[in-house]
């Protein structure tokens, strides 16, 4: 059996020691040296994709997200003439000058490759449309005022009525936001509820009192719905209201307005039978 003396273990422990130290020296210069290798290259790649960007020239656009906007519109908003050095464009300034158009509800703009510039769009899509003054605008789903200028998109979009900042008729500054933005929730309801329910809905009115009525595309047949909160709870009652009696063929036509406020019930107001000729 091995014995070892007391300074034997300690020399044998400071050489241990020494051992390790010296192994965390060489790894710890290991590691610098590659970081000031990877410092290194990327230093080289920006001086070499600055003195790129200083002899680059712009050659286009490239959007991204367009899908019903002209795409000439948005390069002639951004006012930059081929061969423009590509260091000499204000990318933020780029941004403001898309940004204005009323139909682009947000833009990112950045360098690509071959001198491009990308453009990436969200656009705001109108979801109702509203009677102001002598003509139409657009409403998207904020609220936010468009103007009227896509005639296929207005055949499908329903009109919102009673969202006037005053009187019965608007104007693109004088609708009132709040009122909107509620008449807005009400159309998203009735479209989240069922598709085929939404399509037959040609508008959605706000009256003085608060309370809601829908028009029927079948028959402009008014529906008083009441008040916001409840019209998803009554939603059910116009579906089968509309599938039963609207599209009744012996009844239909009689129908002159739907009321469905009351519990349980649905209240049928006729039109007036018409008088036989003599």
């Known amino acids: 059996m091995k014995r070892f003396s007391m300074p034997s273990l300690l020399r044998r422990r400071r050489e241990r020691r020494a051992a390790r130290t010296r192994e965390e020296s060489r790894r710890f210069a290991s590691r610098a040296s590659m970081v000031l290798v990877v410092l290194g290259t990327i230093a080289g790649l ?7 960007l200083a002899r680059a020239e712009f050659t286009g656009f490239e959007l991204r997200g367009r899908s019903v906007l002209d795409s000439a519109e948005i390069v002639a908003a951004c006012q930059i003439a081929p061969g423009t050095p590509l260091a000499e464009i204000d990318l933020d300034l780029v941004e403001r000058k898309v940004r204005v158009h009323p139909y682009i509800a947000s833009a990112s703009v950045y360098r690509a ?5 990308a453009i990436d769009l969200v656009e705001r899509a109108p979801v109702a449309a509203v009677v102001a003054g002598r003509g139409i605008v657009y409403l998207d789903s904020q609220a936010v005022v468009l103007p009227a200028r896509f005639s ?3 055949l499908d979009l329903p009109f919102l009525g009673g969202v006037a900042a005053r009187g019965d008729s608007s104007s693109a500054g004088q609708i009132d936001s709040v009122k909107a933005c509620e008449a ?9 509820y ?12 706000r009256e003085p009192t608060g309370e809601y009525s829908l028009l029927l595309t079948d028959g402009a047949i008014p529906v008083a ?21 609207v599209h009744d063929p012996q009844n239909g036509r009689a129908i002159a307005g739907l009321d469905l406020r009351w519990r349980g019930q649905v209240v049928v107001r006729r039109r007036p039978a ?3 000729q003599t």
């Open 184 to 192: 807005l929730a009400v159309l998203r309801t009735v479209r989240g």
């Open 225 to 245: 719905m009441g008040r916001p909160e409840a019209v998803e709870a009554r939603l059910g009652k116009l579906e089968r209201a509309v599938r039963l009696l």
């Open 113 to 117: 490759d071959n001198g491009r510039l």
């Open 46 to 52: 920006i001086v070499v994709a600055n003195r790129w």
């Open 274 to 276: 018409t008088q036989p």
């Open 152 to 154: 296929s998109a207005a």
């Open 194 to 205: 069922d598709a085929g329910l939404y399509r037959q809905i040609s508008e959605v009115r």
